[in-house]
C-alpha cells in the first residue's frame, strides 16, 4: 500500500542553523509528493510540492527534490528562523483519479533565537 | 479570494450524540475532501466529494458520512459520537481534484471535544 515515513521529532535548532526533515515513501507508480505545515492553532498550508522525479519544488526558502530512485523527498532550508517553528508533515498522492493525501506523522521544528 | 471556511470551529458533544461539520470550499472549487486528525493517528483521509458524488473513502466505520451540495459546500456527520472520535476536522478543497497533482487547500478545522 501508499504509506509516508517521516522522521520522528522534535526538531531543535538555533536560529540561522540549516535544516533537514527526511521523508521516504511507498507508492505503486508515479506519486505526487508534498510537504505541508501546519502552525499553531491553524490548519495546513502547502508549503511545497512535486509531481514527477527530479522535479525540485521550492518555497520561501524551502526546497525538495523527488528522488524516485531513493523514494525520498527530505526538506531542506539553508538558515532557519524562529517563524518557521511548526509542525511540518509530508505527504503523497498516488497518481489516479481522487485527491486523497497520505500523510506521515509529521515533525515538530522548534527554533530558539 | 476566500479561503476555505469551516464552521463551526469548536464543538462540545457528549457520547451517543450526533454532529453535523460544515466546510464552505474555495469559490470554483468542485472537490472537497475532508480528514481527521488526532494525536495518535495523525492526519487520516476520511472521503472526498466532486460534484456531488463520493468518489474517495477512507478506512472509517459507516458512522462517519458526507455529502455535498450543489454549490460545492459540503457537511460531514458522525453518528453515536465516541469519545475517540474526539479531533481536528480539517476540510480540503482543490480546482478538480484531477490525478493526484491538483493543490489542496486547508481550513483551519473545527475541534471537537466529546465527552
Known amino acids: 500500500g501508499n504509506s509516508v515515513t517521516q522522521m520522528e521529532g522534535p526538531v531543535t535548532l538555533s536560529e540561522e542553523a540549516f535544516l533537514t526533515i527526511n521523508c521516504t515513501y511507498t507508492?505503486?507508480?508515479?506519486?505526487?509528493l508534498f510537504w505541508y505545515v501546519q502552525y499553531p492553532g491553524e490548519g495546513l498550508q502547502l508549503l511545497l510540492k512535486?509531481?514527477?522525479?527530479?522535479d525540485k519544488g521550492s518555497n520561501k526558502g524551502f526546497e525538495a527534490t523527488y528522488r524516485k530512485e531513493t523514494t525520498s523527498f527530505h526538506l531542506e532550508k539553508g538558515s532557519v528562523q524562529v517563524s518557521d517553528s511548526a509542525v511540518y508533515f509530508c505527504?503523497?498522492?498516488?497518481?489516479?483519479?481522487?485527491?486523497?493525501?497520505?500523510f506521515g506523522k509529521g515533525t515538530t521544528l522548534s527554533v530558539s533565537s | 479570494k476566500a479561503g476555505v471556511t469551516q464552521t463551526p470551529r469548536y464543538l462540545i458533544k457528549t457520547r451517543g450524540q450526533q454532529v453535523t461539520l460544515s466546510c464552505s470550499p474555495i469559490?470554483?472549487?468542485?472537490?472537497v475532501s475532508w480528514y481527521q486528525q488526532t494525536p495518535g493517528q495523525g492526519l487520516q483521509f476520511l472521503f472526498e466529494?466532486?460534484?456531488?458524488?463520493?468518489?474517495n473513502k477512507g478506512n472509517f466505520p459507516g458512522r462517519f458520512s458526507g455529502r455535498q451540495f450543489s454549490n460545492s459546500r459540503s457537511e460531514m456527520n458522525v453518528s453515536t459520537l465516541e469519545l475517540g472520535d474526539s479531533a481536528l476536522y480539517l476540510c480540503?478543497?482543490?480546482?478538480?481534484?484531477?490525478?493526484?497533482?491538483?493543490?489542496?487547500?486547508f481550513g483551519p478545522g473545527t475541534r471537537l471535544t466529546v465527552l
Open positions: 480540503a478543497s482543490s480546482a478538480q481534484g484531477g490525478r493526484g497533482a491538483d493543490t489542496q487547500y
Open positions: 507508492a505503486t507508480g508515479y506519486p505526487s
Open positions: 512535486a509531481t514527477k522525479a527530479d
Open positions: 505527504a503523497l498522492t498516488p497518481n489516479q483519479a481522487g485527491t486523497a493525501l497520505i
Open positions: 469559490s470554483g472549487h468542485r472537490s
Open positions: 466529494y466532486f460534484s456531488e458524488t463520493q468518489r
